[in-house]
Nanobody, 119 residues
Framework: QVQLVESGGGLVQPGGSLRLSCAAS????????MGWYRQAPGKQRELVAT???????IYEASVKGRFTISRDNAKNTVYLQMNSLKPDDTAVYYC????WGGGSRYESWTQGTQVTVSS
């Protein structure tokens, strides 16, 4: 199973920006869709954005136009550029990756990084 290491996150004022990164390593599996999810206190984990290996993207409605997901396949890394951040974006953000190998599908998650939007 692939290992994921994320970076970024922290405290930012409303209207500010943050960039999350998540690098996959280990194994000889084929890296498929990668994405970001978030979980706010008292709420269920929700999808933020995903991107396929071919570059097709999906965004949660509330982040469209503010967040941009991208990936560098050569570096096995996915990014989430978050602009115009709002207090409602405060949550723990998790990176997710789907990998394939030997006819099996695997899913990996990071421990999560806190993003706090507050003045």
């Amino acid at each position: 199973q692939v290992q994921l290491v994320e970076s970024g996150g922290g405290l930012v004022q409303p209207g500010g920006s943050l960039r999350l990164s998540c690098a996959a390593s280990g194994g000889m599996l084929r890296l498929g869709t990668m994405g970001w999810y978030r979980q706010a206190p008292g709420k269920q984990r929700e999808l933020v954005a995903t991107i396929t290996s071919g570059g097709s993207t999906i965004y949660e409605a509330s982040v469209k136009g503010r967040f941009t997901i991208s990936r560098d396949n050569a570096k096995n890394t996915v990014y989430l550029q978050m602009n115009s951040l709002k207090p409602d974006d405060t949550a723990v953000y998790y990176c997710n990756a789907v990998t394939w190998g030997g006819g099996s599908r695997y899913e990996s998650w990071t421990q999560g990084t806190q993003v706090t939007v507050s003045s």
